[in-house]
């Protein structure tokens, strides 16, 4: 699942020059690179945006993974370009296409090598939390990033979205509309902002129990879900415009908060242009 590519889908609702955009977005040969070199991972996802490094926390996930494992990739921002299962991000390692965030950590473990070193009581306890990040708290941190605050989150001057002004607020308008009947299907739809924000409690608490004062939420060394959790809160945290977890992370988890930036500082060095 990759909501960002809502915003390509939206664009087909347009007319003139959003509907040319919109018609570059086209299912491509399943290997988009013909000359890749062995064990380099091509990694294709949304350009960089104005104030963080990607909007979708899958693809902020996955990059932020190359980076901490070392592995020799090359970044192609695309907003175009899909997988054979057209989403984004998605890799081509050594001629194979593979796509999901989930199936892409699991692909790069298994070609280089990576443990994780976990006993098999936590690494039962990673998974779960892993799959509750993604099937659970992404909901109620979507909802108020994108829906609620859907010019705000698809401005120049958040998303970088190389359309005029004029344009993005109309993509807005039905790109919300979209994302919410879309979104009504999985139940989350249905609930209220303070029930939302009652779910996004409930699940904050049990990540910072098992956080607790560690550096990373299994010890000294970062795991899956580590790499999970920061793609879905720093995709969030750092954009120009409050939110119920910023307020979250501010009052009440100051573990998970430093968690967030110790992630951040270790890996996104060269990030620097926000708070």
Not at 45 to 53: D, G, H, L, S, T
Not at 101 to 121: D, H
Not at 201 to 218: M, S
Request: aromatic share 12%; glycine share 6%.
């Amino acid at each position: 699942m990759n909501v960002l590519s809502l915003r390509a889908l939206q664009l087909s609702h347009l007319s003139g020059s959003a509907r040319r955009f919109a018609s570059t977005v086209a299912r491509l040969p399943e290997v988009h690179n013909k000359k890749w070199k062995e064990d380099v991972v091509y990694l294709y996802q949304f350009p960089r945006a104005k104030v963080v490094p990607n909007l979708s926390p899958f693809c902020l996930k996955v990059h932020t993974y190359l980076k901490a494992h070392k592995i020799q990739h090359e970044v192609v921002s695309t907003y175009r370009l899909r997988s054979s299962k057209g989403l984004l991000p998605f890799i081509e390692l050594n001629g194979q296409q593979v796509a999901d965030s989930q199936l892409i950590l699991l692909q790069l473990q298994k070609n280089f090598g990576i443990k994780e070193n976990l006993t098999n009581e936590e690494a039962a306890v990673a998974r779960s939390v892993d799959r509750m990040i993604e099937g659970s708290t992404f909901f109620p941190i979507i909802y108020p990033k994108m829906i609620y605050n859907g010019d705000k989150y698809l401005h120049h001057d958040t998303s970088g979205l190389p359309l005029p002004g004029f344009i993005t607020n109309l993509i807005a308008k039905k790109f919300v509309k979209m994302a919410k009947a879309r979104f009504a299907g999985m139940g989350y739809g249905r609930f209220s902002q303070e029930e939302l924000k009652n779910v996004l409690r409930r699940d904050l608490e049990a990540i910072d129990a098992i956080l607790g004062d560690k550096k990373f939420l299994f010890g000294d060394k970062p795991v899956t879900p580590d790499f999970t959790l920061f793609g879905h809160l720093a995709t969030a945290y750092y954009l120009p415009y409050r939110q119920p977890v910023g307020d979250f992370l501010d009052d009440d988890f100051p573990r998970i908060l430093n968690h967030m930036k110790r992630m951040r500082a270790h890996y996104w060095p060269e990030w620097k242009d926000s708070k």
